[in-house]
């Protein structure tokens, strides 16, 4: 929602107990003043009841609003299991050159392959996301390589620009 009201998210901080998520973000207008609040929340309901086809209109967005990726570094997916702590049974870092949208993409991405997202860090660095989710099999079981395998495809999928066909290191 904040990507489709023209807001760059620069940094966030994301945790999740007890079935509930808070979130917070840092976000930088794009073009002028930032949007009413008020049409943030009304955009906030309307995803989450489904009544707004989020990733349709985030597309359109990322047409709409070509952004060239040229500036940015190659997209990197790591695992880091050794720092894992809380609820999380793994360390998933994701670096891309940064667009609207993605940030949804990634995390659509992590879920579509079974995985929760118990808490994250969010960065923009430059043209750069950096990205940390630390995640969680719901059966409690750590993250098996074939399951790293599946996400490490959907997160290249995710950081594909449309039409793009660019390589992703440690994938």
């Given at each position: 929602?904040?990507?489709?009201?023209?807001?760059?998210?620069?940094?966030?901080?994301?945790?999740?107990?007890?079935?509930?998520?808070?979130?917070?973000?840092?976000?930088?207008?794009?073009?002028?003043?930032?949007?009413?609040?008020?049409?943030?929340?009304?955009?906030?309901?309307?995803?989450?009841?489904?009544?707004?086809?989020?990733?349709?209109?985030?597309?359109?967005?990322?047409?709409?609003?070509?952004?060239?990726?040229?500036?940015?570094?190659?997209?990197?997916?790591?695992?880091?299991?050794?720092?894992?702590?809380?609820?999380?049974?793994?360390?998933?870092?994701?670096?891309?050159?940064?667009?609207?949208?993605?940030?949804y993409r990634l995390t659509a991405a992590i879920a579509g392959e079974g995985?929760?997202?118990?808490?994250?860090?969010?960065?923009?660095?430059?043209?750069?996301?950096?990205?940390?989710?630390?995640?969680?099999?719901?059966?409690?079981?750590?993250?098996?390589?074939?399951?790293?395998?599946?996400?490490?495809?959907?997160?290249v999928g995710a950081m594909r620009p449309a039409g793009a066909d660019t390589?992703?290191?440690?994938?």
């Open positions: 929602m904040l990507a489709l009201n023209q807001l760059d998210v620069r940094a966030a901080k994301i945790t999740v107990e007890g079935g509930h998520a808070t979130s917070v973000f840092a976000v930088r207008p794009r073009f002028g003043r930032a949007p009413v609040p008020e049409i943030l929340a009304d955009g906030v309901r309307a995803a989450l009841e489904g009544s707004l086809p989020l990733a349709e209109r985030l597309r359109q967005r990322e047409a709409d609003y070509h952004q060239d990726g040229a500036r940015s570094a190659p997209p990197r997916i790591s695992w880091h299991n050794g720092e894992v702590s809380g609820a999380a049974t793994g360390i998933v870092e994701v670096r891309a050159g940064d667009r609207a949208g993605l940030l995985l929760d997202v118990t808490s994250a860090r969010i960065e923009t660095l430059g043209a750069d996301a950096v990205d940390c989710f630390y995640v969680a099999n719901p059966s409690g079981d750590p993250v098996d390589p074939e399951q790293r395998r599946r996400v490490d495809a959907a997160l390589p992703v290191a440690g994938a």
